[in-house]
């Protein structure tokens, strides 16, 4: 599967954005997706993840209640809803494949990475 993140931007603090990622071929409801983002500075950290049917999800502390990951499995496409949005959520968001159907936290459990899309949170 190949993936491509895209609905990255700037945008206040407080506010909202949504990130897609559309996946090409067939097996995409074989797998369980995952955002993880990368600040400036830092290592690449877990963000969120979906079971390969969309029954299960994990987020992170730092983004509970304030994110929400989805997919479309007819669209092959995940999404990650993001509310009331911070500056310490300023990062490059990656979304990425995990190796079998379950929803996993680490990365090292992932092998099918997308490109990265920028959000930039201002104060």
């Given at each position: 599967?190949?993936?491509?993140?895209?609905?990255?931007?700037?945008?206040?603090a407080g506010g909202s954005l949504r990130l897609s990622c559309?996946?090409?071929?067939?097996?995409?409801?074989?797998?369980?997706?995952?955002?993880?983002?990368?600040?400036?500075g830092k290592e690449r950290e877990f963000v969120a993840a979906?079971?390969?049917?969309?029954?299960?999800?994990?987020?992170?502390?730092?983004?509970?209640?304030?994110?929400?990951?989805?997919?479309?499995?007819?669209?092959?496409?995940?999404?990650?809803?993001?509310?009331?949005?911070?500056?310490?959520?300023?990062?490059?968001?990656?979304?990425?494949?995990?190796?079998?159907?379950?929803?996993?936290?680490?990365?090292?459990?992932?092998?099918?990475?997308?490109?990265?899309?920028?959000?930039?949170?201002?104060?």
């Amino acid at each position: 599967v190949q993936l491509q993140a895209s609905g990255g931007g700037l945008v206040q603090a407080g506010g909202s954005l949504r990130l897609s990622c559309a996946a090409s071929g067939r097996t995409f409801s074989s797998y369980g997706m995952g955002w993880f983002r990368q600040a400036p500075g830092k290592e690449r950290e877990f963000v969120a993840a979906i079971g390969n049917r969309g029954g299960l999800t994990y987020y992170t502390a730092a983004v509970k209640g304030r994110f929400t990951i989805s997919r479309d499995n007819a669209k092959n496409k995940l999404y990650l809803q993001m509310n009331s949005l911070k500056p310490e959520d300023t990062a490059v968001y990656y979304c990425a494949a995990a190796n079998g159907p379950v929803a996993r936290l680490e990365l090292r459990e992932y092998d099918r990475w997308g490109q990265g899309t920028l959000v930039t949170v201002s104060r």
